[in-house]
């Protein structure tokens, strides 16, 4: 085993607190990454907020994250020490399932081997993930970093950005598209850059009328707020995608009759159970959606079309000492747009 350092939560607080934590040997497909950026992804809230209530074995957040190959193993020919590379919320697949034929690792049947919390399918082992200093993962599901993107504000593209990817892609949304996207967080302000990218119209609808000169600078070019009906009313019918990125628990009938007819809602932001009236559905022959995270193959093209059209994500970045403090301020939503974590911190003593 490699021994590094990283970030972990033992059970008993959510507090995470500097540990030193084991690496797999490498394996021949495998590479070691020098982690220097980890995006503080929402899923790492819920997942320590998991880890109290059952106070099992140790946690290590962190999916989203961008570094260094330092080493690679015996079969990797595609990376050599010193690449810089990314690596998301999904580390392995079966490989052989209808859905990892299909280029979606991220739906494989066998359920896809999570960056952390996930089980190993080799050796059984529990995953921990990039709030560490390095990183020990199967080429496969690394991703070539494109010249020209920054690492530290590239880091959450891996996660929320993959997400609003996906779907964006999927809804074939292009030059003539009408998209509004609900929210303007992690995922909503990547997904505004991108929609206007990829050449849609794009408006978003967020609860606090404040945010209209961000979303202008994001790239939208319409701003409703959610509360006022008669700014709701105005644009019934109107959005071809409606990208919900709303983490907390909502009524969905107002963003599904702001989607033009045969147009989709695609709810992203938060997932359980939901209650639609089918009525909202029936008018306009509407579509509800969901998708997230990312198969290899549109991971790595997102990566590129962000290089060409110079998009990153909004970040705040903080010495990864300040873990704590990120986690607290993401909780109260006091972000614009995300928390960046750099690891460089973990090589100093203390
Ligand atoms: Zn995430
Ligand atoms: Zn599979």
Same mark, same amino acid.
């Given at each position: 085993m490699r021994s590094t350092t990283g970030w972990q939560a033992d059970g008993a607080t959510r507090t995470l607190r500097r540990t030193t934590l084991e690496r797999r040997d490498l394996r021949p497909d495998d590479i070691a990454v020098r982690v220097e950026y980890c995006g503080v992804c929402h899923t790492d809230l819920h997942a320590l907020q998991a880890h109290t209530d059952d106070a099992n074995g140790m946690l290590v957040p962190g999916h989203e994250f961008t570094g260094v190959v330092t080493e690679v193993g015996d079969a990797v020919s595609g990376f050599t020490a010193g690449d810089a590379v990314a690596?998301?919320?999904?580390?392995?697949?079966?490989?052989?399932?209808?859905?990892?034929?299909?280029?979606?690792?991220?739906?494989?049947?066998?359920?896809?081997?999570?960056?952390?919390?996930?089980?190993?399918?080799?050796?059984?082992?529990?995953?921990?993930?990039?709030?560490?200093?390095?990183?020990?993962?199967?080429?496969?599901?690394?991703?070539?970093?494109?010249?020209?993107?920054?690492?530290?504000?590239?880091?959450?593209?891996?996660?929320?950005?993959?997400?609003?990817?996906?779907?964006?892609?999927?809804?074939?949304?292009?030059?003539?598209?009408?998209?509004?996207?609900?929210? /303007? %967080?992690? =995922? *909503?302000?990547?997904? #505004?850059?991108?929609?206007?990218? &990829?050449?849609?119209?794009?408006?978003?609808? @967020?609860?606090?009328?404040?945010?209209?000169?961000?979303?202008?600078?994001?790239?939208?070019?319409?701003?409703?707020?959610?509360?006022?009906?008669?700014?709701?009313?105005?644009?019934?019918?109107?959005?071809?995608?409606?990208?919900?990125?709303?983490?907390?628990?909502?009524?969905?009938?107002?963003?599904?009759?702001?989607?033009?007819?045969?147009?989709?809602?695609?709810? /992203? %932001?938060? =997932? *359980?159970?939901?209650? #639609?009236?089918?009525?909202?559905? &029936?008018?306009?022959?509407?579509?509800?959606? @969901?998708?997230g995270s990312g198969g290899r193959s549109s991971t790595a093209a997102m990566l590129r079309f962000c290089a060409e059209h110079h998009i990153t994500a909004d970040v705040e970045v903080l010495p990864s000492s300040q873990v704590n403090t990120a986690l607290e301020r993401l909780e109260r939503n006091d972000v614009r747009y995300r928390f960046v974590l750099d690891m460089s911190d973990l090589d100093l003593d203390y």
């Open positions: 690596v998301g919320n999904i580390v392995d697949s079966c490989g052989t399932c209808p859905m990892c034929r299909a280029g979606q690792e991220n739906f494989c049947r066998e359920f896809p081997t999570l960056t952390y919390g996930g089980t190993d399918r080799q050796d059984g082992s529990t995953t921990l993930g990039g709030y560490s200093r390095e990183y020990v993962v199967d080429h496969q599901f690394a991703y070539r970093l494109p010249a020209g993107l920054d690492p530290a504000a590239t880091a959450p593209l891996l996660c929320a950005g993959v997400t609003v990817w996906e779907p964006l892609r999927a809804l074939g949304v292009g030059p003539g598209s009408t998209v509004a996207v609900a929210g /303007l %967080g992690g =995922l *909503g302000h990547l997904a #505004v850059k991108m929609a206007a990218a &990829l050449g849609a119209t794009t408006t978003v609808i @967020s609860r606090t009328p404040d945010k209209a000169d961000e979303a202008r600078e994001l790239g939208a070019t319409g701003f409703v707020v959610s509360t006022d009906p008669r700014q709701l009313e105005a644009v019934r019918d109107r959005f071809d995608v409606v990208i919900d990125t709303i983490s907390a628990p909502h009524d969905l009938a107002p963003y599904l009759r702001v989607v033009a007819m045969d147009g989709t809602l695609s709810h /992203l %932001g938060h =997932l *359980g159970p939901v209650t #639609v009236d089918t009525i909202d559905l &029936l008018i306009g022959r509407k579509k509800l959606s @969901s998708a």
